[in-house]
């Protein structure tokens, strides 16, 4: 099996972790491969350091190394490639790990192919100029739509398959899928939503109301939303890149063509992950 890693070398455990992950791949006999950028933190190593593309295009799986914002990070670049991704746990909670940073021992069963894959849905986000789509990002933890300024709340209308049901006075609304659902969404109020239910989850952030709550919708749901008061608005999707939606545009959250697949070597259920994750808060 060849794997390409994707560190975050912004974090310096992960630095140290990943160092591990290659010495144990080194045991194993394995190929791996870094992105060429990443040439200077891993020229002491036996990898191959090679174009971002060729690196996900030679490889059989994919591992990244940091938290949850890198592990989906670098889930992106695997699902484009159609390539299964392991995360290892160099961050705080990583809910979206396969494996903790001491338990790299467990290696050998990804060699092997003995593991499962945790199949997630992703969401597609457009801004949109009535039916015509001006840009567009795919997301695996969520999209979060707020006031271009972002010190104040705005009004935004919210449509499920075209019919405007709610005008949220807020500071944003969050589309999340069940994976994101454990991310942004959770802070701002909303429910944990188990992976294997397949759903859309909108969450406002902040309302001004008693009764705005968040929704959960089917997995086939379009979800329109838009500025009531003709307000420019912006959008993020997984916290990056953040799109200008201008006075009279829409934002369109939908499922999109693309499955993130995640690596479980461990027999943990998802309940098993979070309240493991969760206890560290309390």
Known sequence: MRITLIPNLTREAALRVTHRVCASLDSLGADYSFFEENKAAFDSTKASFLPPDEALAVCDAVIAVGGDGSIIHAAKYAVMHGKPILGINAGRLAYMAGLEDDELDLLPRLIDGDYTLDRRIMLKASVMDGDKCLSSDFCVNDCFI??????????????????????????????????????????????????????????????????????????????????????????????????????????????????????RIKADSFIDIVYKKLAQRR
Do not use: W
């Open 146 to 263: 707020t006031n271009e300024e972002k010190q104040r709340m705005s009004l935004i209308d919210v449509a499920s398959n075209g019919r405007v049901f709610n005008s949220y006075l807020c500071d944003g609304i969050v589309v999340a899928t069940p994976t994101g659902s454990t991310a942004y969404s959770l802070s701002a109020g909303g429910p944990i939503v188990d992976p294997e239910l397949e759903s859309m989850l909108l969450t406002p952030v902040c309302p001004h109301s008693l009764v705005d709550r968040s929704l959960i919708f089917g997995a086939d749901t379009v979800i329109t939303v838009s500025s009531a008061e003709n307000e420019r608005l912006c959008f993020s999707a997984d916290g990056v890149k953040p799109q200008l939606i201008e006075r009279g545009c829409s934002a369109r959250i939908e499922r999109a063509d693309l499955t993130a697949n995640f690596i």
